[in-house]
């Protein structure tokens, strides 16, 4: 049981807008630290998406972007394509657990 | 560039030892925090625990406390993950990755390619 719940999976056709919850409590997302999200492309490392209050590294397209509020946060991707489908993973940190990073248990998203 | 280069492909016995490394390069190594991730067959990410090489502070995720050792050389550049009696249920890939913390949770900003390793009788 992850400490960051996400759905296992959302779909959405291409050109369409989706997106995925990361649902956390107040020991962490609720106490005001930052939620980050990562793309695991299939048999690959993970890569960072989006940082901090909706940054994305350079070469992240600006279809996906981030949003937090109260103990949750969201990852939204517009213009979905192809490409895109992967498994999706939020992360921050929780403060009752020995001060460690904690994930959320991730997404599957299929591109119909 | 920024590089993360983790060993090879392990393959071990139950109760055995192991040390993986993660190799730093292209940027100061001593100024960045590295945390390890596991990641089970067919599942999701989970954070093992993180070092600041600077001073080997170091901190795990409870489920891994006392389960692996993290520790670095500087000298070298590299990040350790260890376990001294290896069991079944450590088969997995483990990433080590840079924790940025210029937010207030620190996010992984880039990662290693990843270490398979499996343990079987």
């Known amino acids: 049981q992850s400490v960051l719940t996400q759905p296992p999976s959302v779909s959405g056709a291409p050109g369409q807008r989706v997106t995925i919850s990361c649902t956390g409590s107040s020991s962490n997302i609720g106490a005001g630290y930052d939620v980050h999200w990562y793309q695991q492309l299939p048999g690959t490392a993970p890569k960072l998406l989006i940082y901090?209050?909706?940054n994305r590294p350079s070469g992240v397209p600006d279809r996906f972007s981030g949003s937090k509020s109260g103990t949750s946060a969201s990852l939204a991707i517009t213009g979905l394509q192809a490409e895109d489908e992967a498994d999706y993973y939020c992360q921050s940190y929780d403060s009752s657990l020995s001060a460690s990073g904690v994930f959320g248990g991730g997404t599957k998203l299929t591109v119909l | 560039e920024v590089q993360l280069v983790q060993s090879g492909v392990e393959v071990k016995k139950p109760g055995e030892s192991l040390k993986i490394s993660c190799k730093g390069s292209g940027y100061s190594f001593t100024n960045y925090w590295i945390g390890w991730v596991r990641q089970m067959p067919g599942k999701g990410l989970e954070w093992v625990g993180v070092?600041?090489?600077?001073?080997?502070?170091?901190t795990y995720s409870p489920s891994f406390q006392g389960q692996v050792t993290i520790s670095a050389d500087t000298s070298i550049s590299t990040a350790y993950l260890q376990w001294s009696s290896l069991k079944a249920s450590d088969t997995a890939m483990y990433y080590c990755?840079?924790?940025?913390?210029?937010?207030?949770?620190?996010?992984?900003?880039?990662w290693g390619q990843g270490t398979l390793l499996t343990v079987s009788s």
């Open positions: 990755a840079r924790l940025d913390y210029s937010d207030s949770s620190g996010h992984l900003d880039y």
């Open positions: 901090g209050k909706n």
């Open positions: 070092i600041y090489p600077h001073d080997s502070d170091t």
